[in-house]
C-alpha cells in the first residue's frame, strides 16, 4: 500500500505509521504499536493525542492501562471534509491577500510530486476552452497513479474544456480516450525513446514538467509564449495519427 496520500491529506509519517499499526493490531496497548511503529516511546506518546484530536484514534481504560484503537477509515473523509469546510471559510481573505499582492509572476517553477500537482492545478484555472498536450513519458502515470490523471481529467471536463491530447505511441496501452472525459487522443512517434517532458498549453498559460524521480514544473503565463507553443502542437497533432 502506498501511504503518500495520507501524507497529502496532512498526517505526518508518525501518524501514520501509529494509524497504520493501530488498524493491524486492532485494540491495544502502547507497546506493541512502539514495537511495530519502530518509533521511540515519546513519539508513540504524542502522536497518539495527535490522532485523538483529529478523531483518528479512540481510547478505552482497563483497569490502570489504556487501549488505543484506530478510527474507521471511513472517518478519514469526514476528516478531509472537515478540513474543506474550514479552508473554503479562509479562502475568500486568501483571494483577497493574493489580489493586494500584485499580478503573478511570469514564470514560476516547481519541483517534486506535490509542486508539479500544484502546477497542474493553476493550469485548470488558466481559463480558455482547450486543453493540448504534447508528450508525457509512460512514467508520469508512475510518479502520479492513473486514478489521479482520471480525476484531474473529470474536473477539467467538468470546466467545459476540451482536451486534445498528443502522447507517444508507447501510451497507447493506457487508452486515455475511453478513460479521459470530452477528450480527444492521437499519436505520434517521438523516436527510440519516450519524451522525458510534457508540455501543456492552456489558454496564454504554458506548463513544462520533466518526468525525473522528482519531476520538475514550469509555468509560463505569456500571450506569445502560449501561441508559439500552441502552433507547433498543431502540427503535431495534424500529424499524428488517431487513436
Known amino acids: 500500500m502506498d501511504p503518500s496520500i495520507l501524507e497529502d491529506i496532512g498526517l505526518t509519517n508518525a501518524e501514520i505509521k501509529v494509524y497504520l499499526a493501530l488498524l493491524e493490531l486492532g485494540s491495544s496497548t502502547a507497546g506493541p504499536i512502539i514495537e511495530k511503529s519502530g518509533l521511540q516511546s515519546s513519539v508513540v506518546y504524542m502522536t497518539f493525542q495527535k490522532l485523538l484530536d483529529k478523531g483518528l484514534v479512540s481510547t478505552i481504560k482497563e483497569g490502570k492501562r489504556t487501549h488505543y484503537q484506530a478510527s474507521n477509515p471511513r472517518n478519514i473523509v469526514q476528516y478531509i471534509d472537515d478540513k474543506k469546510e474550514r479552508f473554503v471559510e479562509l479562502l475568500p481573505e486568501l483571494l483577497l491577500k493574493q489580489q493586494l499582492g500584485g499580478t503573478k509572476r511570469?514564470?514560476?517553477?516547481?519541483?517534486?510530486?506535490?509542486?508539479v500537482k500544484e502546477?497542474?492545478?493553476?493550469?485548470?484555472?488558466?481559463g480558455g476552452t482547450e486543453h493540448h498536450t504534447l508528450g508525457s513519458p509512460g512514467v508520469s502515470n508512475v510518479i502520479f497513479p492513473e486514478a489521479w490523471w482520471i480525476s484531474y481529467h473529470i474536473k477539467r471536463a467538468a470546466m467545459g474544456i476540451k482536451a486534445k491530447l498528443v502522447?507517444?505511441?508507447s501510451l497507447k496501452k493506457y487508452k486515455s480516450s475511453a478513460e479521459y472525459p470530452y477528450s480527444e487522443t492521437r499519436y505520434t512517434n517521438f523516436g527510440l525513446d519516450e519524451?522525458?517532458?510534457e508540455t501543456i498549453i492552456?489558454?496564454?498559460t504554458v506548463g513544462i514538467i520533466i518526468w525525473t524521480d522528482k519531476p520538475i514544473g514550469i509555468l509560463i503565463r505569456n500571450e506569445a509564449a502560449a501561441k508559439s507553443y500552441d502552433r507547433?502542437?498543431?502540427?503535431l497533432w495534424d500529424a499524428a495519427k488517431k487513436s
Not at 511570469?106 to 509542486?115: I, L, M, Q, Y
Request: proline share 3%; hydrophobic share 40%; glycine share 6%.
Open 106 to 115: 511570469d514564470a514560476s517553477f516547481f519541483t517534486g510530486v506535490r509542486g
Open 119 to 126: 502546477l497542474l492545478y493553476e493550469l485548470l484555472e488558466a
Open 167 to 169: 502522447f507517444n505511441e
Open 195 to 197: 519524451p522525458l517532458t
Open 202 to 204: 492552456r489558454n496564454n
Open 232 to 235: 507547433y502542437w498543431k502540427y
